[in-house]
């Protein structure tokens, strides 16, 4: 009994062995593989990093590449950034690596962000980079920050009136400061009204048509005639994205006042304000001072006030051919929530109004639309017409007018410093005693009333809320280049 009781416990014994080292082998398995994992984890992850980086490294270029070549375009700077954004929404949202066994693959977005405070005059967006190797992610992003300036003439135009046909200025004391322009077609004339022009330095007509200016002893030796006729060039009107704005709800007025934000593309389909009510636009704090905020309008029925405020400047679009617009007789736009809008050199580009039209053929005059500005309505801002007529009577419009119409007809006593009217196709017709300072470009241009004065400035296109590609003239300064810039800020990991 002994002896068997010696053996039992020897296999006891031997059998506590083999049992403690086969869970220690175990263990060491475990902890192997354990390791292998990790390893093969942490692996994944240093590659993941690396392959976010390599996905933003490709974008960003791909980014500066399409900037330059938008920039090369001499596109004006707010339509650039738009875009820059519609092609940059283009490209491929994932970049996939091939070159390993591993699946290795970048997800790539490009969103706009708030300015930075150190580059007030640069753009910034943010590219971010999801790097993933077999199912590990890494997430890495970085900030650019773009500038551009357009360049082209250093002048908008270099002529205080300049006109395709017909010029009549004279009448009752009418007084023109600065050069005056035209290329006289259909055997139309440069008319003074017998009265002599001191203040008009030159008259610029095509060769052989010195005989085409009436009375042409009140201006006596200052005529040149130019090789050349002028280029009247074509409008560029703005881009309108092709993706989905995102649409503000019907607001409601608290104590005659709504608020209603603007931070990107954006529709509404109802604008009603009416008299006493102030609708504010927020343009948020995105962009600079030059950027465009788009909202387009379906309806419009504004009696009361506008407001725009924030960052940026808003073009409102409305088309004729898709909703009604009534202006009351009160309607009111200016760039300021608080105080009066009553100033005497107000900011015409915070409040940009694009109307777009059917197209017509010229002859039908029936087919135009016409905008019509009362006695008692206040509008500082900028008009971009298609085949818009404009008719002004009140003496607080300021601010520039561009229209492929057919009339501008001025009948109000406002005072409009550094104004630029284009219309290449339409009659600019003044029936008031307005005093305007800038450039009057158009088809024909007839002074009617008394004491009227226009003086030629310089409207600098960097500050013309409009894109027109004039070309250089006598008048106008050299050919400016652009500037396009792109500063990059470090890698942020999150």
Do not use: W
Request: include cysteine; aromatic fraction near 10%.
């Amino acid at each position: 009994m002994k002896h068997l009781n010696r053996q039992g416990v020897a296999l006891i014994t031997v059998m506590i062995a083999f049992l403690t080292l086969f869970i220690l082998i175990g263990m060491i398995v475990m902890m192997t593989l354990s390791n292998q994992r990790t390893s093969i984890q942490t692996n994944d992850y240093t590659k993941a990093y690396y392959i976010a980086e390599s996905g933003l490294n490709i974008r960003i270029q791909s980014i500066k590449e399409e900037f330059q070549a938008l920039a090369e375009t001499r596109v004006g700077p707010d339509d650039l950034f738009i875009k820059l954004e519609q092609n940059v929404a283009l490209m491929a949202s994932t970049i996939t690596f091939t070159e390993t066994s591993d699946d290795d693959k970048a997800n790539l977005s490009f969103e706009p962000i708030d300015n930075n405070e150190l580059y007030p005059s640069h753009v910034f967006y943010k590219v971010t980079s999801i790097g993933t190797v077999n199912g590990t992610s890494q997430t890495i992003s970085k900030e650019l920050g773009f500038k551009y300036i357009a360049g082209g003439p250093g002048l908008v135009i270099g002529k205080a009136i300049l006109t395709q046909r017909n010029i009549s200025i004279g009448e009752q004391s009418s007084v023109v400061k600065g050069p005056i322009g035209s290329n006289l077609l259909d055997n139309s004339t440069i008319n003074f009204n017998g009265k002599t022009q001191p203040d008009i330095p030159r008259v610029y007509v095509p060769k052989g048509k010195t005989s085409s200016i009436i009375t042409v002893d009140k201006i006596g030796d200052r005529v040149t005639e130019v090789d050349n006729l002028y280029v009247f060039p074509t409008i560029v009107y703005p881009t309108i994205p092709t993706t989905t704005p995102k649409t503000i709800p019907a607001y409601t007025f608290t104590n005659n006042q709504a608020t209603i934000n603007v931070f990107e593309y954006s529709y509404l389909e109802n604008m009603n304000v009416a008299d006493g009510q102030t609708l504010i636009i927020d343009l948020g704090t995105r962009g600079t001072a030059s950027s465009r905020k788009m909202l387009v309008v379906k309806n419009m029925n504004v009696s009361g006030n506008i407001r725009v405020i924030g960052t940026g400047r808003l073009l409102l679009i409305f088309d004729y051919s898709k909703g009604t617009m009534t202006l009351g007789p009160k309607f009111n736009v200016c760039g300021n929530v608080t105080g009066s809008c009553l100033t005497e050199n107000p900011d015409y580009t915070k409040f940009l109004f694009y109307l777009k039209t059917p197209t017509v053929t010229q002859n039908d005059l029936a087919s135009y639309k016409n905008l019509n500005f009362s006695n008692l309505q206040l509008f500082y801002g900028s008009i971009l017409g298609e085949y818009v007529n404009i008719e002004v009577k009140s003496g607080n419009f300021k601010g520039h007018i561009v229209t492929a119409g057919k009339t501008i007809n001025f009948s109000s006593n406002s005072v409009i410093q550094q104004v630029l009217f284009y219309a290449p196709f339409a009659d600019i017709i003044i029936d008031s005693n307005a005093v305007l300072s800038g450039s009057l470009v158009g088809n024909n241009f007839i002074i009617r009333n008394p004491q009227t004065l226009v003086t030629y400035i310089e409207v600098g296109k960097e500050t013309f809320p409009f894109t027109i590609d004039f070309p250089v003239t006598e008048t106008s300064g050299e050919n400016l280049p652009g500037t396009a810039e792109v500063i990059e800020g470090g890698i942020i990991a999150q």
